[in-house]
């Protein structure tokens, strides 16, 4: 088993950019292909980055490629989501989930594929 947290989501107006930081405990991230998902009100929850447990492999969804960016950060061992030019259109629920893996470069885009999920952290940006 594993557990996985967010942290440091807010608030920020368009253009400016915001880091969220996922946790694990339990596991690694050597162990695990990590995901961050995002919800905004009404809307399904979607794959937005998601990294390797080899991270050499990455993916991000189409709107918001060249603006993100999805890596680990060994100095806090944790993944990291850089977000930069944020527009009202981030606005959302962000969620780190995460599973266990023996292949080192396999990233499920499907949500029921990650099994443990962090709480949620609110990024909010105003225009």
């Known amino acids: 088993q594993a557990q996985v947290a967010e942290s440091c989501g807010g608030s920020v107006q368009a253009g400016g950019s915001l880091r969220l930081s996922c946790a694990a405990s339990?596991?690694?991230?050597?162990?695990?292909?990590t995901g961050w998902f995002r919800q905004a009100p009404g809307k399904e929850r979607g794959l937005v980055a998601a990294i390797s447990r080899s991270g050499e492999t990455t993916y991000y969804t189409d709107s918001v490629k060249g603006r993100f960016l999805i890596f680990r950060n060994k100095a806090k061992k944790t993944i990291d989501l850089q977000m930069n030019a944020l527009t009202p259109e981030d606005t959302a629920v962000y969620y780190c989930?995460?599973?266990?893996?023996?292949?080192?470069?396999?990233?499920?885009?499907?949500?029921?594929?990650?099994?443990?999920w962090g709480q949620g952290t609110q990024v909010t940006v105003s225009s």
């Open positions: 339990g596991r690694t991230f050597d162990e695990l292909y």
């Open positions: 989930a995460a599973h266990w893996t023996f292949y080192n470069d396999y990233i499920p885009k499907n949500r029921d594929e990650y099994g443990f």
